[in-house]
């Protein structure tokens, strides 16, 4: 039979091309785990495997056709697709120990440098004694600090841009310590 005649029949001969088809695949899958070629199969097991098929098909067909069935696996696919969102954002939102700190802590770096040296620092040599690259730190960062640790913060604001993000929140928290920016 050629391409055209497979397209172009009924879709009963399609069907039966297609169970024929099925049959032969569990029949070579049987005989490579038996060790045997596809001749080497008995013809008793080759018409389980056609039975087998066609049950197996017409079972399908049946399924396809009933509306509960087609609720049911879209049904299935959301849940599926839900359940993989929630993965994705298991993995990319961050746990309060996770993350790591940032380069240094500036309390510590502040202590270690005592208060003296600190203050005669400018901004940018504080923000480098802290591990903070003054070239990288924008206007947007240092309004972002402001909203999170200026006067009349919004702690639920705060709070959830922890949970998004803590790396940054930490970042943006030395950002803040350093130009002074808490409470102001």
Not at 85 to 100: F, W
Not at 148 to 159: E, R, V
Request: proline fraction near 3%.
């Amino acid at each position: 039979m050629s391409i055209e005649t497979f397209s172009t029949a009924s879709p009963a001969v399609n069907n039966e091309v297609a169970i024929k088809q099925a049959a032969d695949q569990l029949i070579r899958v049987a005989a490579e785990k038996n060790g045997m070629t596809i001749e080497q199969v008995p013809q008793e097991a080759r018409e389980d495997a056609y039975r087998f098929a066609k049950a197996a098909y017409e079972e399908d067909q049946a399924l396809k056709s009933n509306p509960v069935y087609a609720q049911l696996q879209a049904e299935r696919e959301a849940h599926r697709l839900t359940k993989m969102t929630l993965e994705a954002v298991k993995q990319t939102r961050p746990t309060v120990g996770s993350n790591a700190q940032p380069s240094a802590n500036v309390e510590v770096v502040r202590a270690q440098m005592g208060e003296r040296d600190w203050h005669a620092l400018t901004d940018n040599g504080r923000l480098q004694a802290c591990g903070i690259n003054p070239a990288t730190v924008t206007q947007v960062e240092i309004q972002e600090s402001k909203r999170l640790f200026g006067k009349g913060i919004d702690s639920a604001y705060s709070s959830n841009f922890f949970k998004q993000d803590s790396g940054r929140y930490r970042h943006l928290k030395s950002i803040a310590i350093v130009l002074g920016l808490q409470g102001k």
